[in-house]
C-alpha cells in the first residue's frame, strides 16, 4: 500500500525560505506515480500548487510562480523549495502521490498528513 509522509513546513516572517519534502512509498512496480503538491487554507479548499505533467513540464499555480521551485529527486521523493514568503501562503501543505492509470494499474490517490507553513507579517 502507498504510504505518504509529507513534511518541512514551520514558521517563518514574511520574505522568508522553507522547503517541504515528500517521500513515498509501498509502490507497485509496474505502477508509475505522480509527485504533486497541495495547499489548503482555513476555510477554503484545497488547491493544487505544483507538480510535473507528463513527465515533462513542470506546473505551478499562478500565485506561486517565480517564488515556489518543484523538483522531482527521485521516483520517491519531491521537494518544493518556496522563497519570498507572503502571509497569504499560510496553509497547509499535502503532498499527493498519485498512481496513473494504465493497462496494469488503476488510478488512486493516496495523501500525506500534511505539513503546515506559517508565514507572519
Known amino acids: 500500500q502507498v504510504q505518504v509522509a509529507d513534511y518541512g513546513g514551520g514558521s517563518v516572517q514574511a520574505g522568508g525560505s522553507l522547503t517541504l519534502s515528500c517521500v513515498g512509498s509501498?509502490?507497485?512496480?509496474?505502477?508509475?506515480?505522480?509527485l504533486i503538491w497541495y495547499r489548503q487554507a482555513p476555510g477554503k479548499g484545497r488547491e493544487f500548487i505544483s507538480g510535473?505533467?507528463?513527465?515533462?513540464?513542470t506546473t505551478y499555480a499562478d500565485s506561486v510562480k517565480g517564488r515556489f521551485t518543484y523538483s522531482r529527486d527521485n521516483l520517491y521523493k519531491a521537494t518544493l523549495q518556496m522563497r519570498n514568503l507572503k502571509p497569504e501562503d499560510t496553509a497547509m501543505y499535502f503532498c499527493?502521490?498519485?498512481?496513473?492509470?494504465?493497462?496494469?494499474?488503476?488510478?488512486?490517490?493516496?495523501w500525506g498528513q500534511g505539513t503546515q507553513v506559517t508565514v507572519t507579517s
Open positions: 509501498g509502490y507497485r512496480d509496474v505502477c508509475k506515480y505522480s
Open positions: 510535473i505533467e507528463n513527465d515533462i513540464t
Open positions: 499527493e502521490v498519485y498512481q496513473r492509470p494504465s493497462f496494469l494499474c488503476s488510478s488512486s490517490s493516496n
